[in-house]
């Protein structure tokens, strides 16, 4: 069995491939303070619940947007299932022609996401991950990785709102009945998430505009589900894209 290790910001999501389906998978807050020893422990506790064990797993890959947990995770691989693990960077083969000025400045998520969608889905295309920070990555036609847009993620927009405005409570990021809010909460929720797909909309019609009226949008992470449903300009969602990136650029890199 594969392995898959997605390390952000915010949460750290696992992931099991046997062959190539994607089996059991687990997402929970990214925490820099935890050892080596309480990350392994812990992923030996995940294959337990599903019947499996460290002699299971046969391979492991790595993408990390946290420098100190990258180390982390990686000695947790070595020591607790003795193997080597895949750590994506720009020098992985990835399948990508990738055209950004410097790939070594490039987020590793960035690249899987970018592989995975276009092994999936074809280019031209443009990767939308709602993660900590929102992320626009543009695939030509060809399959090359041209760049892209960063903007700041709902999470990280709505907490800075809430601690520079007293007055304004924290509300849980949902629908609201209409765009105008009649009532301080839902006008808050108007703003985040119809904001969001404003913006959503706003980078895809500029994207669209560079790569040609073919470009498939394909949305991933947690919040993807959400925003999809309030806008008709994304053609896939797909929850687990960089987990299938990750075992796409394994498979790449081990043959």
Known sequence: MLFVIDIGNTNITLGLFDGDGLGSRWRF???????????????????????LSASDIHGTAISSVVPPLTGVFTNAC????????????????????????????LGA????????????????????????????????????????????GIGIASDALFQRAAKLPKVELQRPPAAI???????LQSGMLF???????????????????????????GLAE????ETEVISVVAPWLTLEGLKIIHDLNTV
């Open 29 to 51: 807050a990214a925490e820099d303070e935890k050892t080596s020893d309480e990350y392994g422990l812990l992923m030996l506790s995940l294959f337990r619940k599903v019947g």
């Open 109 to 152: 998520d960035r690249i899987v996401d970018v592989a995975a969608a276009l092994k999936l889905y074809g280019g031209p295309a443009c990767v939308v991950d709602f993660g900590t920070a929102t992320t626009f990555d543009a695939v030509s036609e060809k399959g090359e990785y041209l760049g892209g847009a960063i903007a700041p």
């Open 181 to 187: 809010g009649r009532n301080t909460a839902h006008a």
């Open 226 to 229: 959400l925003i999809s449903k």
């Open 195 to 221: 904001g969001y797909v404003g913006l959503v909309e706003g980078l895809v019609e500029r994207f669209r505009a560079e790569l040609g009226p073919e470009m498939k949008v394909i949305a991933t992470g």
């Open 78 to 105: 070595r020591k607790y299932l003795q193997n080597e693990p895949l750590v994506v960077n720009g020098a992985c083969n990835t399948g990508v022609t990738i055209r950004y000025e410097d790939a070594f400045q």
